[in-house]
């Protein structure tokens, strides 16, 4: 099984800056997507930005060219790096891992860290 840890969320003030990291654990010998979702209140979960193994990224309209997504294959970590920053971005951001391997078997579940909460004041 895999396990997510999420770090970096708070408040901040809105052209303000944070980075959200989340670190994935278990007998883990590679993730194929590793990304970030966000659930802003009164909406569904949605997706911020995510990135493959091989550096592929894909960024939600709102975002691009404001967040950063990045990853470390060999830590099985992911970073997102979030610039200028809204009251619309005020959300519990949530860390998935989409498809991952390990000694004895391939899963392509989805897997989600317990969130993380940014929020940003105007």
């Known amino acids: 099984q895999v396990q997510l840890e999420e770090f970096g969320g708070g408040l901040v003030q809105a052209g303000g800056s944070l980075t959200l990291s989340c670190a994935a654990s278990?007998?883990?010998?590679?993730?194929?997507?590793m990304g970030w979702y966000r659930r802003i209140p009164g909406r569904q979960r949605e997706l911020v930005a995510v990135?493959?193994?091989?550096?592929?990224?894909d960024y939600a309209d709102a975002v691009q060219g404001r967040f950063i997504i990045t990853r470390d294959n060999a830590k099985n970590t992911v970073s997102l790096q979030m610039n200028s920053l809204q009251p619309e971005d005020t959300a519990v951001y949530y860390c998935?891992?989409?498809?991952?391997?390990?000694?004895?078997?391939?899963?392509?579940?989805?897997?989600w860290g317990q969130g993380t909460q940014v929020t940003v004041s105007s």
């Open positions: 998935l891992v989409r498809g991952y391997t390990t000694p004895t078997f391939y899963n392509g579940d989805d897997r």
């Open positions: 990135i493959t193994n091989r550096g592929t990224t």
């Open positions: 278990g007998n883990i010998i590679s993730i194929n997507t």
